[in-house]
Nanobody
């Protein structure tokens, strides 16, 4: 079973919206912090947003007020609603799940989905 399955990327014009989805196994969804990272060509992978099991969220400054991360516990799915998209949001977006146990971090990664913002 693939731990994380993403969907929802694509091509959108500046100012447009997209919603990414990431489905996880029940175990991962229950015990891991879920999040989205992105990586643009020639750039390091960066955290976009994260949400823990209690619903607390964290956002990169560059997306605050435009992106919203949420989770549906019944579907074991986390979403990233992206509004007012800019060309600089163009990147491969990766779903991530992590936890820290006994001081050691463990990560799961999705396969990545391309988001292109262009006119």
């Amino acid at each position: 079973q693939v731990p994380l399955v993403e969907s929802g990327g694509g091509l959108v014009q500046p100012g447009g919206s997209l919603r990414l989805s990431c489905a996880a196994s029940e175990t991962i969804f229950s015990f891991y912090v879920m999040g989205w990272y992105r990586q643009a060509p020639g750039q390091q992978r960066e955290l976009v947003a994260s949400i823990n099991s209690g619903g607390s969220t964290n956002y990169a400054d560059s997306v605050k007020g435009r992106f919203t991360i949420s989770r549906d516990n019944a579907k074991n799915t986390v979403y990233l609603q992206m509004n007012t998209l800019k060309p600089e949001d163009t990147a491969v977006y990766y779903c991530n799940a992590y936890r820290v146990l006994w001081g050691k971090r463990s990560d799961y990664w999705g396969q990545g989905t391309q988001v292109t913002v262009s006119s």
